[in-house]
């Protein structure tokens, strides 16, 4: 039974199994989980799947619902990816969405863990109760160690049309340090089998300012990436988050992670080397060459609706957050005996709403329109947020930031310093 009319324009659905954690991680995952446990979870998550959307149509809420609860187009820039998506301009330029989701998202974890028949199911099972529109960008996350050219195949005919491939580093030293199950020669060997397969878009995840890492080492690491010819690459500095093995690590003086000039050089050389590659740096932790732009981090990125499904989850719907249960067995308990999934939900203010738009905005090269997103507010709450915002905007000096008109977007330095200013716009 498909939502048919539902606007909602992206879906992320996770798996939170991995092999094992890397010593980074603090995402909702979750290693040595047996067999039973996976099959269990994944019974509920398509039971979650097909819940939510009967949840939905029977609401009305995804009848005719645009932006906000109203019926007109988001307010951030949307109207160009709304078109390549597939959707169509009626008369006096207005863009209606085409019915069913724009993307989908398959992250983790590790989706890849699990058996291809499981992926292949959820994505059916999704696009039976949700809907998918003709182009509909539908992306898997992926581990090289837990791929072959086979899955790969199976994967690409049931629909999945973007691979997104943990990388983090061709160092083997670097590799075996992180806990990565994967080698350089793994990584190698999945990209050729996906292009194999028929994969025409291939996201590289990378870290830099990893421990022990040298601006050598990651210069020769961006040098055999690019020789494979990926479309985009999302290239992360390294953050150290409390309770990670990591952080243990470092406080007991175990690694030392680079300084912050190394830090900074490893930026400069990433630069160098993207833009002689024709790779647009399009957000602040990604790049991608002419047409091959994430489109489904796009809808986080400007701000719009999107709901989450599986184990700690969070959707973004109405100016509601929602975030499902973490554990998976827990989760998965609650789906099918108390049907009590949720561990939290805020409802944001205008205020919240506003920061948020304009934090996420921001991360773009394009920047934000500030006349646009005012208009997306309430008539008489657009004094006060311009007040707000005017405040933000001379509280940083024009080494950070560019005002051309009602656009707004930060420079290069801006950029670097982005996390400092974001907590003053806190």
Not at 29 to 36: P, V
Not at 90 to 100: C, K, Q
Not at 172 to 199: N, P, Y
Not at 354 to 365: I, T
């Amino acid at each position: 039974m498909s939502l048919g009319k539902c606007l909602l324009p992206a879906l992320y659905v996770h798996f939170p199994f991995c092999r094992k954690r890397c010593i980074y991680c603090d995402f909702n995952t979750y290693g040595g989980r047996s067999e039973e446990e996976r099959f269990f979870y994944w019974q509920a998550l398509l039971e979650d799947i097909r819940d939510t959307a009967e949840r939905l149509k029977n609401s009305g809420l995804c009848s005719n619902i645009g932006w906000w609860g109203r019926e007109v187009p988001p307010p951030c820039d949307v109207e160009v990816n709304v078109r390549a998506d597939g959707c169509r301009s009626e008369l006096g330029g207005r863009v209606v969405p085409a019915p069913g989701l724009r993307t989908v998202y398959f992250g983790g974890g590790t989706p890849t863990l699990v058996p291809v028949s499981w992926l292949v199911e959820t994505l059916e099972t999704v696009r039976a109760n949700f809907g998918l529109t003709p182009r509909a960008e539908i992306t898997l996350e992926a581990n090289p160690g837990t791929l072959t050219l086979q899955a790969l195949q199976v994967l690409r005919q049931a629909g999945f049309n973007r691979l997104s491939m943990g990388v983090q580093s061709l160092n083997e030293g670097m590799l075996r340090k992180l806990g990565r199950i994967h080698t350089a020669a793994d990584v190698r060997r999945c990209f050729s089998w996906a292009r194999q397969a028929g994969f025409t878009e291939i996201n590289l995840d990378l870290i830099y300012g990893l421990p022990g890492q040298t601006v050598y080492v990651w210069r020769d690491t961006l040098k055999k990436i690019l020789a494979l010819e990926p479309e985009h690459l999302s290239c992360y500095a390294l953050s150290v988050e409390e309770g990670t093995p990591l952080a243990l690590a470092l406080k007991r003086g175990l690694m030392e992670l680079p300084s912050e000039d190394e830090v900074e050089k490893m930026e400069i050389c990433l630069r160098h080397y993207l833009r002689r590659h024709n790779f647009h740096h399009y957000e602040i932790s990604n790049w991608a060459k002419p047409g091959f732009r994430s489109r489904h981090n796009g809808i986080y990125w400007k701000n719009l609706p999107y709901l989450g499904l599986g184990a700690g989850a969070v959707s973004y719907w109405r100016g509601w957050r929602f975030r499902r249960l973490d554990d998976p067995l827990d989760y998965a308990r609650a789906v099918f005996e108390s049907g009590n999934i949720y561990v939290e939900a805020e409802h944001l203010g205008e205020l919240a709403r506003f920061r948020e738009s304009v934090m996420l905005g921001l991360r773009r090269r394009c920047g934000i329109d500030v006349e646009r997103l005012m208009r997306s507010f309430p008539p008489q709450t657009r004094k006060f947020l311009s007040k707000y915002w005017q405040v933000f905007l001379d509280s940083l000096p024009d080494s950070l930031i560019r005002v051309c008109g009602s656009r707004v977007r930060f420079t290069s330095r801006g950029r670097d310093l982005s996390s400092e200013i974001f907590l003053q716009l806190f």
